[in-house]
C-alpha cells in the first residue's frame, strides 16, 4: 500500500483539496501534489504498461527523469499524450488516463509478449521480420505500428496558444536548487544581468529535503533568505517551472516556461519559449539518481532512494509499509532514516558494500534500530504488479537465496551521476570520476565561444560535488567566475559554509548480485521505458555491437523520451564490462537538446491561424475578396487566379477573363512585380553586366525586356526595364524575384564591383500597379482624362509620367499578352481609389479584372515565356530560342562565359516549341514525349517535355509550350506524350506564337 | 490627395496588455549615399533639420526625422504631404552627388504599440534586447519580427513605433495582437 500520511509534506497545502481523475476514477489530492504523489497517496503505484513486453510499471522516480509514469493529460482541445506525471502540478479537475495497454490498466493482452520475452531479444524485430522482404512494407509494419507507441496521438487542434520570448542577460543559472541560487547571488553581487531559472514549481532542489545547515542555518531557511535576496535585486529575474532545455553556439539558450499546464484557467499562452542570449550560462542542474540492475527491478513499488525521500518529506506520502533499502552509498541511508522517523519500517539496509568502519549515516541507521546487511544485495523482487518482498543474496555470489524479506517498496541507489546535458549539448567534453564513478563536467574541456573563451560552467551536484561544503564552494566560485567572463567585478565575498557529512566511499555495482545468472540478468531491466534489460546490451556486444552508439540503437536502450536518465550510464558500463574494457573507453552516446521533450506548440509559438505565415497583400487585396478572387499563393504574396462569379465554375471564369481580355478589356493587378531603382554613373554598366542584352544604350523616356541569368548561364529572371533618367534605371523583376534579385543586385555590388558607383532601392511596394490591357486600354485612359496616351503621344515600348483621373502616374507603354495594353503605377495609399476609377470608366467598355490564369494564357498564346514555367534553374535562354536577347557587342555579362562550355552549346540541348494536340485536347502539363528505345537504366527514352499548356479560349483549343530535341528543326512533326491517365496524347511540333504572330494587335 | 489611405485604415486594438494602433500615413524618403560626405549632412539637414545619426540611432520629434538605416542609408521621415517636395529639394542638394533619393512613403505601415508592457510585445517578436538599460528613446533598430522584416524606434519610454512593409501590414498588426493577448505579460522589464 502507499498511502498518504498523517502529517509532514512540505509542499502541500492540506486544507486544500483537489479532485482529480485517472482512468475516469474520481480521486483526491491536495493543493501541492504532483499528479504522481496524488496517485500514490490514492495507493496507484501502477500506472503504466512497459512499452515491447507490457510489463506493469508503477512510478520510479518523483522528477524529470520519470521513465515509467507517462500519462495521457486532458482531453479534447487540451489533450495531450506522454506527460510525466512526476512533473505535472496537479491541479482541480485534472484527468489523465495510462497509456500502451488494451483492454485495461489491470489486466492487458499485450502482457503475453512478456511470456514470449526470451524469444524477443534484442534485434528480434530486425531479425525476425527482415524475410521475405515485401511482408515487412505490406504485414509486419503495419502490425508493428499498431501496437507500437507510448500514448495516443491529439485528435483535434490544440485549443491552447503559444509565444517566444527574446531574453538577454549576462549570466544564465539554470536550476534553482542550492547551488543555482548561490551561484545566481554571487554572479548578481557583482552588478551583472542574472537570469535564474528552475524547472520545477519550487527552489531550493534537493537540498531541503536531504538537509543539513549553511553558516549555521538550516539549509531550507537559506533557500528561502537566497531566494527574497534575490527577488529584492533589480538585475535579477526569476522564473520557476522554466527548463533550460538547450545549449547552442554564441551563448543561445532555449528556455521552456509553463504557464498555465498548473492551472489551465489563467489567460495568457500555455508554454512561452524563451530565446536567451547569455554572455555565460551556469548549468547548475543537479543529480539524477541511478537505478541498481537485480531481477524484478521493474515491478511496481521498486523506487529510487531518493524519490521514496521526496515523497515522503515534500509530499507526506508513504510508498509502503515495509521498505527495503538497497544501496551501494551512503545517501540512501538518508531514506532509510527519513522513512524511519515518519514511523514507518525499514526491515532491512542492503548495502553491496562491506565497510570496514562505519560510517556516521550507517551508525545513526543502525542508532535508530535499523538493521543493515552490509555485503548484501537483491537477488530477485517478488511480487508481480507489486512488490511482496525480496530474495536476499550476497552481492559477491551468483544469486544464492539467503532469506527471502517481506516489504511492499523497495528503494535503491545505485549512486548519483550529475546532470551533464546541458553542459554537453555544446561540446563540454566529461571525465570518468573514478570516486564516484560517475562522468562528471571537464572544466580543461568547457563549450568554448566564438572568443575561445569557455561560454559554459557547471556548478555543484552538476559539477559533480555533493557534500554541502563542497556544492556552495564550487556555486560561489562559479557565480564570480561567470560575473568576471561577462566583464564585471565579483564583490569580495567569502562561499557560504555549507556542512558535509563524512560519507564512506561508495561502490560501483552494475549488476546485483555480480554473478547473477543469465535468468536474473533476463529480468534486470536497465531502459524501464524501452524495455532494455542487461542481457540484451550483452547480446548486443556479443553480436559485434561494440561502438557505444550501435548498441544503443540495436537494443534502443536510451532512446525512449526519457532519453536513457536513467539507464545509460548502467547501460554503458554493462557493455563495458561485456567489452572488457574500462567505462571512459567506451563513452556515453550524445547528449541532444531538449533536456526533456517540449511541446510543438512552444517551438511553433504565434505562428499559427492568421499569423502561421506573413502573408503580402496588394493595395487591392480586398477588393479583390468581395469580388469573387481565387486566391493563388505566389511567394508569399496571394495573387487572385480568377474572379469566379454566382454559378460559374473557375475554369468558367478563366476563360471568360481570357476572352475579354482579346475583345474589351481587363484590368490586372500587377502590383507584386518587382521594381527595384537603379542609379549611378556606372548604373549602365552595371545593368549590361547583370542582363544579357544591351541596357546602357536605352534612351531615357524608353523600356526594354531583359534577361537575366546566373554566373552558370542560367535563366534566373526577366523583366522590363525603364531608363528614368541618365543615371537611373527602373528594373521590374518577377513577383518571386524582387527580393532575390535585389539581393542578388546587392552581393555583387558588395563584392565584386563594391568600386563601382551604383545604389539600389526596393521601390516594389510603393506602387500599386494597374495592366490596363484589351482593344479598349486607350479609351478607358481617355475617359480618366489627363496625359496622352495616344499611340504617338506614348508609343510602345515608352514610358511617361503624368497624371490620369487626377492621380499622379507612371504609365509604361508594355504588353505581356499581345493586346493593346498599358502598365499604370499609382502610389499605393491610392492603389484602391485608382482600381476603383478604371472600374467606373471600364463599365460601358466591358471591364473585368482577370486573374493570374488568364494573364497565362493570353501570354502563352503570344509565346511568351514564364520564368518558372519555361525555366526551372537549368534551362538557358538559347533554350528557348532567345539568341535575339544576347548581346553579341558586350565583351561580358554575367553568364556569357558560361554559355560557351561545350554542354551548354550542345546541339541536343532541348528546345523551345509550340505544341498542338491533334484532337484539340490540353497536353497534360509536364507530360513527357518519349522515343524510341531505353536507357542504360531500362526506362524509356524522352525526347522533351511539356512546360506550360492551356485551354485557349480565343483559339478554342489546347496550346502548348514545351522543350523538345532539335525541336525547332522538327516543324509538323508528331510525337508521343503519355499521360498519366494512360492515354497517349499525340502533339504536333509548331511555333510557339499561336495568336497574332505579326504583333499587330498591341501596336495600335 | 484624399485618395491616400493606410493600409488598415487605421485599426487598432486596445483590449490586450498593450495598445496597438495603426499610425496615419508618414512620408518616408530613402537615402542611400556617403554618410560622412557634407552634401549629405546638407541635404538630412534641410529635409529634417537634424544632423546624421550615428548607426544605431533615430532623432525623430514628430512626424519628422532621420533614422541611421545601414553605413550607407538613411531614413528620413517627414509629414506625409510634404514628401514630393522633400525629395525634389534633397535632389536639387544631391545634384551632382553619387547617391540615391527615394520615396517609400506608400511601400510602408506603421504601428504604435504602447503602454507598460509595450517592451514585452516587442520581445516576444524581435530577437533584441530591449531591457531599458540596452534599449531607449533615440535609439533605433532594424531587425525581424517574427517572420518579416521591420524598424523600430521609441517615441517615449513606453511606447514603440514599428515600420514594415505595407503588404504585411494585416500580419503585423495581427501578430502584435497575439502578442498582446490578455494574460501574457512577462513581468521582466518593470
Known amino acids: ?495 557560504p559554509a555549507g556542512d558535509s557529512i563524512e560519507e564512506a566511499p561508495m561502490l560501483p555495482v552494475w549488476l546485483m548480485p555480480q554473478g547473477a545468472s543469465r535468468a536474473l540478468r533476463s529480468k534486470a531491466w536497465l531502459d524501464y521505458q524501452n524495455d532494455v534489460k542487461v542481457s540484451d546490451v550483452q547480446l548486443a556486444a556479443q553480436e559485434g555491437f561494440e561502438s557505444v552508439e550501435h548498441a544503443k540503437r540495436y537494443t534502443t536502450l536510451g532512446m525512449a523520451t526519457d532519453q536513457g536518465k536513467l539507464s545509460n550510464i548502467n ?129 531615357p523616356g524608353k523600356c526594354r525586356y531583359g534577361l537575366m541569368c546566373d554566373e552558370n548561364g542560367f535563366l534566373i529572371d526577366d523583366g522590363v526595364v525603364a531608363r528614368i533618367d541618365d543615371q537611373t534605371f527602373l528594373c521590374h523583376t518577377t513577383t518571386g524575384g524582387a527580393e532575390r534579385i535585389h539581393g542578388h543586385m546587392e552581393e555583387w555590388l558588395q563584392t565584386e564591383w563594391w568600386d563601382w558607383q551604383v545604389y539600389v532601392a526596393n521601390v516594389t511596394e510603393q506602387y500599386a500597379q494597374v495592366a490596363v490591357v484589351g482593344p479598349n486600354a486607350r479609351k478607358a485612359l481617355e475617359a480618366l482624362g489627363g496625359m496622352d496616351v495616344s499611340r504617338e503621344g506614348l508609343g510602345f515600348m515608352e514610358w511617361a509620367d503624368g497624371t490620369l483621373g487626377g492621380f499622379d502616374v507612371r504609365a509604361y507603354r508594355i504588353s505581356f499578352s499581345g493586346e493593346l495594353s498599358y502598365e499604370i503605377a499609382v502610389r499605393a495609399s491610392e492603389g484602391q481609389a485608382f482600381w476603383d476609377a478604371l472600374m467606373a470608366v471600364g463599365a460601358d467598355l466591358g471591364v473585368m479584372p482577370y486573374g493570374t490564369e488568364a494573364l497565362h494564357i493570353l501570354r502563352a498564346e503570344k509565346g511568351f515565356i514564364m520564368i518558372g514555367d519555361e525555366t526551372d534553374g537549368t534551362v538557358i535562354p538559347q533554350d528557348l530560342g532567345l539568341h535575339w536577347a544576347l548581346s553579341k557587342k558586350k565583351d561580358d555579362y554575367l553568364g556569357k562565359r558560361a554559355h560557351l562550355r561545350s554542354h551548354m552549346a550542345d546541339p541536343e540541348r532541348w528546345k523551345l516549341v509550340g505544341l498542338e494536340t491533334l484532337d484539340g485536347s490540353t497536353l497534360p502539363d509536364g507530360a513527357y514525349a518519349v522515343a524510341q528505345g531505353t536507357n542504360a537504366n531500362g526506362q524509356r527514352n524522352m525526347q522533351g517535355r511539356v512546360t506550360s499548356s492551356y485551354h485557349s479560349p480565343n483559339l478554342n483549343k489546347g496550346i502548348a509550350m514545351g522543350l523538345v530535341l532539335h525541336g525547332p528543326d522538327r516543324m509538323g512533326e508528331v510525337i508521343d506524350f503519355p499521360g498519366t491517365d494512360g492515354t497517349v496524347y499525340k502533339a504536333r511540333i509548331v511555333s510557339p506564337v499561336f495568336y497574332d504572330p505579326d504583333g499587330e494587335k498591341q501596336n495600335v | 490627395m484624399s485618395n491616400a489611405v493606410t493600409a488598415l ?4 486594438a486596445r483590449d490586450g496588455i498593450a495598445t496597438i494602433t495603426e499610425v496615419a500615413l508618414q512620408g518616408m524618403i530613402t537615402l542611400r549615399g556617403d554618410l560622412a560626405s557634407k552634401p549629405v549632412a546638407k541635404a538630412v539637414k534641410a529635409a529634417a533639420g537634424v544632423a546624421v545619426p550615428k548607426p544605431g540611432t533615430a532623432a525623430v520629434v514628430g512626424d519628422s526625422g532621420v533614422c541611421w538605416m545601414s553605413p550607407d542609408e538613411l531614413l528620413i521621415l517627414c509629414p506625409y504631404d510634404t514628401v514630393a517636395e522633400t525629395v525634389a529639394q534633397m535632389n536639387d542638394t544631391l545634384a551632382g552627388v553619387h547617391a540615391l533619393v527615394a520615396d517609400v512613403s506608400d511601400a510602408r505601415a506603421s504601428f504604435r504599440v504602447a503602454g507598460p508592457a509595450a517592451r514585452e510585445v516587442m520581445a516576444k517578436l524581435a530577437p533584441v534586447d530591449l531591457h531599458p538599460d540596452a534599449f531607449a528613446p533615440g535609439m533605433f533598430r532594424r531587425t525581424r519580427m517574427a517572420q518579416v522584416p521591420a524598424a523600430f524606434w521609441m517615441p517615449d519610454t513606453d511606447s514603440f513605433q514599428i515600420v514594415c512593409f505595407r503588404s504585411q501590414a494585416q500580419y503585423m498588426f495581427d501578430l502584435l495582437k497575439v502578442a498582446a493577448q490578455k494574460g501574457s505579460g512577462v513581468s521582466v522589464f518593470q
Open chain 1, 1 to 495: 500500500m502507499s498511502t498518504r500520511l498523517a502529517t509532514g509534506g512540505r509542499r502541500l497545502n492540506r486544507d486544500a483539496g483537489v479532485r482529480f481523475s485517472f482512468n475516469g476514477q474520481s480521486l483526491k489530492g491536495v493543493e501541492g501534489d504532483t499528479l504522481a504523489s496524488a496517485l500514490l497517496a490514492n495507493d496507484q503505484m501502477l500506472v503504466g504498461r512497459s512499452f515491447k513486453y507490457h510489463r506493469p510499471r508503477g512510478i520510479v522516480a518523483a522528477g524529470p527523469e520519470e521513465p515509467n509514469a507517462l500519462v495521457n493529460l486532458g482531453q479534447d482541445a487540451a489533450f495531450e499524450p506522454n506527460q510525466r506525471a512526476t512533473t505535472t502540478e496537479l491541479f482541480d479537475g485534472l484527468t489523465a488516463t495510462s497509456q500502451n495497454h488494451w483492454p485495461s490498466l489491470e489486466f492487458d493482452v499485450g502482457a503475453i509478449n512478456a511470456k514470449l520475452s526470451r524469444f524477443m531479444p534484442a534485434g528480434f524485430y530486425y531479425k525476425m521480420f527482415i524475410h521475405p522482404r515485401p511482408l515487412w512494407k505490406h504485414v509486419y509494419e503495419p502490425f508493428i505500428r499498431q501496437a507500437a507507441g507510448l500514448g495516443k496521438a491529439p485528435k483535434g487542434r490544440d485549443g491552447d496558444t503559444y509565444e517566444h520570448f527574446y531574453a538577454h542577460c549576462d549570466v544564465l543559472v539554470v536550476g534553482g536548487g542550492i547551488a543555482g541560487l548561490t551561484a545566481a547571488k554571487a554572479a548578481a553581487d557583482s552588478g551583472a544581468r542574472v537570469l535564474i531559472v528552475e524547472q520545477t514549481a519550487h527552489w531550493g532542489g534537493r537540498a531541503p529535503v536531504d538537509g543539513g545547515t549553511v553558516d549555521g542555518l538550516p539549509v531550507d531557511k537559506v533557500v528561502d533568505d537566497l531566494v527574497s535576496a534575490l527577488r529584492d535585486m533589480d538585475n535579477v529575474t526569476m522564473r520557476l517551472r522554466m527548463m533550460g532545455a538547450g545549449v547552442y553556439d554564441h551563448g543561445y539558450v532555449l528556455g521552456y516556461e509553463r504557464l498555465t499546464d498548473h492551472a489551465p484557467d489563467l489567460d495568457g499562452p500555455r508554454h512561452r519559449l524563451w530565446r536567451i542570449r547569455a554572455g555565460h550560462t551556469i548549468t547548475a542542474t543537479g543529480a539524477i539518481e541511478r537505478p541498481l540492475s537485480f531481477a524484478g527491478n521493474d515491478v511496481p513499488g521498486v523506487m529510487l532512494a531518493g524519490a521514496v525521500r521526496d515523497y515522503v518529506v515534500d509530499y507526506g506520502v508513504s510508498v509502503g509499509d515495509r521498505t527495503v533499502v538497497v544501496t551501494n552509498n551512503d545517501d540512501a541511508y538518508r531514506t532509510a532514516i527519513a522513512l524511519n522517523a515518519a514511523g514507518l519500517s525499514v526491515p532491512v539496509i542492503l548495502d553491496a558494500r562491506v565497510p570496514s568502519v562505519d560510517s556516521p549515516l550507517m551508525a545513526q541507521a543502525k542508532a535508530a534500530g535499523i538493521r543493515v546487511m552490509m555485503g548484501h544485495g537483491v537477488a530477485k523482487v517478488l511480487g508481480g504488479k507489486r512488490v511482496t518482498g525480496v530474495a536476499v543474496c550476497a552481492q559477491a555470489g551468483e544469486g544464492a537465496v539467503l532469506e527471502e524479506i517481506a516489504c511492499d517498496a523497495v528503494a535503491m541507489s545505485g549512486g548519483w551521476s550529475p546532470v551533464v546535458h546541458l553542459w554537453s549539448h555544446c561540446g563540454g567534453k566529461l571525465v570518468w570520476d573514478t570516486q564516484f564513478a560517475m562522468f562528471r563536467p571537464d572544466v580543461d574541456k568547457s563549450p568554448l565561444g566564438a572568443d575561445g573563451a569557455p561560454f559554459v560552467s557547471a556548478a555543484g551536484a552538476a559539477n559533480g560535488h555533493f557534500g554541502l561544503a563542497e556544492i556552495l564552494g564550487d556555486a560561489h566560485a562559479m557565480g564570480q567566475g561567470a560575473a568576471r567572463r561577462t566583464g564585471h567585478t565579483p564583490a569580495k565575498s567569502a562561499a
Open chain 1, 571 to 699: 547501460g554503458l558500463a554493462i557493455l563495458s564490462d561485456a567489452l572488457n574494457q574500462p567505462i571512459p573507453q567506451t563513452g556515453t552516446t550524445t547528449f541532444r537538446p531538449p533536456y526533456t521533450p517540449i511541446s510543438m506548440g512552444a517551438i511553433g509559438g504565434e505562428a499559427r491561424g492568421d499569423v502561421f505565415q506573413p502573408i503580402r497583400r496588394t493595395p487591392m487585396h480586398n477588393w479583390h475578396d468581395q469580388n469573387g478572387a481565387d486566391w493563388e499563393p505566389v511567394g508569399q504574396w496571394r495573387r487572385p487566379y480568377a474572379y469566379v462569379r454566382a454559378g460559374e465554375s473557375t475554369h468558367d471564369a478563366v476563360m471568360r477573363e481570357t476572352r475579354n481580355v482579346r475583345e474589351n478589356l481587363g484590368l490586372l493587378d500587377a502590383s507584386t512585380l518587382g521594381k527595384l531603382v537603379v542609379k549611378g554613373p556606372d548604373a549602365g554598366k552595371f545593368l549590361d553586366m547583370l542582363y544579357t542584352n544591351m541596357m546602357s544604350t536605352l534612351k
Open chain 2, 9 to 12: 485604415n487605421g485599426a487598432e
